[in-house]
């Protein structure tokens, strides 16, 4: 018993050490919750369909408040962009009803938003409305990445530190840096655009130093893409959160946004961390979640930190009762707006059949467009993928499904060459080349087995994006499939019959995300510099261009054949089982 009893006397002054060390610890459970891309679906209600919906910041509400009620954790609320565009009714108050308070602050400000990273989209609404927007949100809308030209200052705010239960949370915003491709210069002046990685090096080691946080929270307006990239891709990258993730140590989480996809992995940051990289979607169906738990010593210093992602639906939620009693008043002015009468439609549009050649719905946007600017040429591609519009009276709800997003209507003046390589560029990235009539006509993503692959939403992936199928009117030519990307665009003549020559000059009536360089086609497919892009252009409409075309139809009458728009796709026979495939392929009829 001597013998045991020191032993027995260490075991317990050890268990004892032990006991008080677990005790001085404390344990932290924080969730971090992000929402993206909403695009203007704030209240429970369809405005297209005229019914109730189940993705909303209503549904999304109900959730957030869960989550607050739930004893023995912290909640921040982020967003992640791309609020100002997509709805009728985000339309109606950015650009008809402008007096007051914004309705959109008066939401997020009483869900109590903590931050919010801009997007494209919501420069997109112009200087009047975010400017306005920065001054009203309760919370900070960041974008370290955009700096203010006259004071070389961020032009909105960086980043911001969040205070949860002794733990100081940094926030860092950047958005995509593409914007100068896509939108005209007066919606983003007096901003210069940087890079987002050399961005985001520079403002970690900033925060690091400055503010010394617990955690760092990456809120990106940008895609997550698995691909990698070559060094003469990585300047000014439009998708870089991975990218970001992979290349700069300090981050806990990376939210990232634009893509609309939905992301929950883990990439191993330059210090050898796990970090996870969480997206949620868009159109407030679901929301990114990071599930922290943090381990802190008696000084508060942590100790460990582990991180879990998760993304949670909200469709199945029930909208929050106090969010609807509060914000529902601002449906009806909506409503009455969307009912104003356009025009009468003969025959009932479909934006599909616009993916497989010349089709109705883009060819009235050809007419309309070279009879407002009287351009020589037209440059037109579908912006809905799969949208109806259907005979008998039109109304300005239906001008969204025709034209979906705020672009305006730009003229350039571009040469025969620079137009031919615009259409080759566009036709190599949307059609095939066809080697048989059971091949595909559609320009589709393939695996390593050469099979067709499909995206997060079930939808079988093409090249490029259907926005940019960009067709011609006001010349007469013909697209060879059989031909290799590249060779396959004869122009024949103008439409009216006159020569069509390489070298001549014409006016191009052009919305503004393509004469800004979206997509690439005047770029890369016509060598056309950004800078010269914009010398070239003559003329800009100021206002955007589904307002114009409603107002051009409610005017005038819609001919019954438009003559302006004069291609066709050979070989017919090929044309025809190919376009026949891939429809079914697409639409399962």
Request: charged fraction near 20%; glycine fraction near 6%.
């Amino acid at each position: 018993m001597k013998i045991w009893k020191p032993f027995i006397l260490l075991v317990y002054s050890i268990i004892a050490c032990l006991g008080s060390e677990l005790l001085a610890q404390d344990t932290i459970r924080l969730k971090v919750l992000v929402t993206s891309d909403i695009h203007g679906h704030f209240l429970p209600y369809d405005l297209f369909e005229n019914r109730a919906r189940t993705n909303s910041l209503a549904q999304v509400y109900s959730y957030v408040k869960n989550e607050r009620s739930e004893q023995g954790q912290e909640v921040v609320l982020l967003d992640n962009g791309d609020l100002l565009q997509g709805d009728p009714l985000i339309y109606y108050y950015n650009f008809i009803d402008t007096a007051g308070f914004h309705p959109l602050a008066q939401m997020m400000n009483f869900m109590k938003y903590d931050a919010a990273t801009v997007g494209n989209h919501d420069i997109e609404a112009g200087h009047p409305v975010y400017d306005k927007l920065v001054q009203q949100f309760s919370f900070p809308w960041m974008a370290a990445n955009i700096t203010n030209e006259s004071t070389g200052e961020p032009y909105f705010k960086p980043y911001t530190i969040i205070n949860r239960s002794n733990l100081k949370i940094a926030v860092l915003g950047l958005c995509t840096p593409s914007v100068p491709k896509w939108l005209p210069k007066d919606l983003w002046s007096d901003m210069i655009f940087e890079d987002m990685l050399l961005s985001a090096r520079k403002w970690v080691d900033y925060i690091e130093n400055t503010e010394e946080p617990d955690i760092l929270i990456g809120l990106f307006h940008s895609g997550a893409p698995e691909r990698s990239f070559t060094e003469a891709e990585l300047p000014m990258l439009e998708d870089a959160s991975r990218l970001i993730a992979q290349k700069v140590s300090g981050f806990d989480v990376v939210f990232s946004g634009h893509d609309h996809r939905l992301w929950n992995v883990p990439v191993t940051s330059p210090s050898g961390k796990a970090v996870y990289i969480l997206g949620s979607g868009s159109n407030s169906h679901n929301v990114a979640v990071a599930e922290m738990l943090i381990i802190t010593d008696t000084e508060n210093q942590i100790k460990s930190k582990n991180v879990i992602g998760n993304i949670r639906s909200v469709t199945k939620l029930q909208a929050d009762a106090d969010f609807t009693e509060n914000f529902s008043h601002f449906l009806e002015p909506v409503k009455n707006y969307l009912k104003e009468p356009v025009t009468i439609l003969k025959d009932t549009l479909f934006s599909r059949d616009c993916l497989f050649g010349s089709a109705e719905f883009v060819n009235l946007i050809h007419h309309i467009q070279l009879k407002i600017t009287g351009a020589d040429i037209s440059f037109c591609a579908p912006l809905a993928f799969n949208a109806i519009l259907p005979s008998g009276e039109i109304n300005i709800a239906d001008m969204f499904k025709l034209y979906r997003f705020e672009n305006q209507l730009y003229t350039m003046r571009l040469s025969g060459k620079e137009i031919l390589d615009a259409l080759e560029y566009s036709y190599s990235n949307w059609m095939n080349q066809m080697m048989d009539s059971s091949d595909h006509l559609l320009n589709f993503k393939k695996n390593d087995k050469g099979e067709t692959k499909t995206n997060s939403f079930g939808q079988r992936e093409t090249v490029t994006p259907f926005y940019n199928f960009e067709s011609a009117a006001g010349i007469f030519y013909t697209v060879d499939v059989s031909k290799p990307a590249g060779g396959r665009i004869t122009i024949h003549s103008m439409s009216n019959g006159e020569p069509f020559s390489p070298r001549s000059f014409y006016t191009v009536a052009v919305n503004s995300y393509r004469g800004s360089g979206g997509g690439g086609h005047f770029t890369e497919g016509s060598g056309i510099t950004p800078d010269e892009l914009y010398n070239r252009t003559v003329w800009t409409s100021g206002k955007d261009l589904r307002s114009m075309l409603s107002k051009w139809l409610s005017t005038n009458p819609i001919p019954s054949e438009i003559t302006e728009v004069q291609w066709n796709v050979i070989p017919e026979s090929w044309y025809e089982k190919g376009r026949k495939k891939d429809c079914e392929l697409l639409f399962k009829h």
